[in-house]
Each structure stands twice: as C-alpha cells, then as structure tokens.
C-alpha cells in the first residue's frame, strides 16, 4: 500500500540549532515529491518539487534532498519565522492517472 | 503568480443543512482538486477534476458532491452537512500533466467549516 510518513510529528528548536525533517514513503512509480510549508489557518506554500534520487534543491536556510526511499528537508540555523508545519506529498504512476499522497507533516517551533 | 481563492475563510453551517464552497483559480490549470485537512490526517483527496465538466472520486467521497462547469471553477457541495464534516477544507491547482512534466499542486487558503 502506499504510504507517506513523516518524522518527526513535532520537533522544537532553538533559533540558529540546525536540523532535518524526515519523509519516508512507498509509492508505485515516483513522479514526483513535493514539499510545501503550512502556516496555522492558511493552505499549504509550495516549496520544492524533486523528481528523482540524487537531487537537490535549495531555497534560503531550506535544502532538500531525496533517496529512493526518503526525503530530508534540511533547515540550517532557522529563524522564529521558520515555524510552521512542513508537508511532505509523493506523486505516483497508476494506470490510466496519477495520485498524490500527502503526509501529516511535521510542526517545526523555533524559539528566539 | 498563480492564485487560488475560496470563496469563505470561516463557515458556520446547521446540521442538514446544504453547503456550498466554491474555488476560483487564475492560472488556466486543467486540474483541480478538493481536499479536507484534519489533524493527525493530513490532507484527504475528496474529489478531483481533469477537465470542464469531468469530476472523479478521490479517497472519501462520501457525503460530497463537486460541480466544474468552467475551467476555472470547482465547487464543493455538502448535500446534507452533518458535524463528521466539520473540517478544513483546501482547494488545489495544477497545470496538465505532459510526458515530462510532474504537476505541482498550488493551494487556496482554506475554508473551515464548522457544522453545528
């Protein structure tokens, strides 16, 4: 069946404390893995999309990575306006279409 | 940029009663998608659309029914509301999916439905 997880569920941190978000998934046929930012009563900000493992993208004190089974979202030395939770989807090929699967992300809180 | 707007942030609605949210996106996308976002479950794909006036059933389809009779608009309906159907609501875009294209979905702001 496939799946996407996400870990951790919350994880608190001090400002300029480095650290990663984890999505594990099992998908048939990746197109695609999505990341998007979720601020509290607002729909998900696109942030990324990778296409296949081995690829990177980066976008201000943001990187993420992805393997054939996970994707890390790096943040480095985060900032207050950083905390929000963060959506890991993956897109995979059926017959006849396509489906996204969306995780149940992971509430970042970072502390001045 | 693209936008996608709904037409209520907040809704308050009595039970049985029947509901309507409408979406409106700018960027010509084929696709379009209703979503509903409760905690601990992420985003649950209700029901989609590929095109004018074709809608397709996604995870929990149940209680809902869409219309899409333009492009640019995809309504949800909540024949009957009852209060299993208090929730946030999202509305999503994305452009067609070619050979080598993977499409991004872009998201409203959300609508949160309480049903009393």
């Known amino acids: 069946e496939d799946q996407v997880t996400q870990s951790p569920e919350a994880l608190r941190l001090q400002e300029g404390e480095s650290s990663s978000l984890n999505c594990s998934y099992t998908?048939?046929?990746?197109?695609?893995l999505f990341w998007y930012r979720q601020d509290p009563g607002k729909g998900p900000e696109f942030l990324f999309t990778l296409y296949s493992a081995g690829e990177e993208k980066e976008k201000e004190r943001l990187k993420a990575t992805l393997t054939k089974k996970e994707s890390f979202l790096h943040i480095t030395a985060p900032k207050p306006e950083d905390s929000a939770t963060y959506l890991c989807a993956v897109q995979g090929r059926y017959t006849g279409g396509f489906k996204t699967i969306f995780g149940a992300g992971t509430r970042l809180f970072v502390k001045a | 940029d693209v936008k996608v707007t709904q037409s209520s942030r907040y809704l308050v609605k009595r039970t049985g009663e029947k509901v309507f949210l409408e979406c409106v996106q700018d960027?010509?996308?084929?696709?379009m998608f209703w979503y509903r976002q409760d905690p601990g479950l992420g985003l649950r794909l209700i029901y989609f659309s590929y095109d004018v006036k074709m809608k397709e059933k996604g995870d929990i389809p149940e209680g809902y029914s869409v219309s899409r009779e333009k492009k640019e608009r995809f309504s949800l309906i909540l024949e009957s509301a009852s209060t299993n159907q208090t929730s946030m609501y999202l509305c999503?875009?994305?452009?067609?999916?070619?050979?080598?294209?993977?499409?991004?979905?872009?998201f409203g702001p959300g609508t949160r439905l309480l049903v009393l």
């Open positions: 999503a875009s994305s452009p067609f999916s070619g050979r080598a294209t993977r499409e991004t979905q872009y």
């Open positions: 960027m010509d996308h084929e696709n």
């Open positions: 998908v048939s046929g990746l197109r695609g």
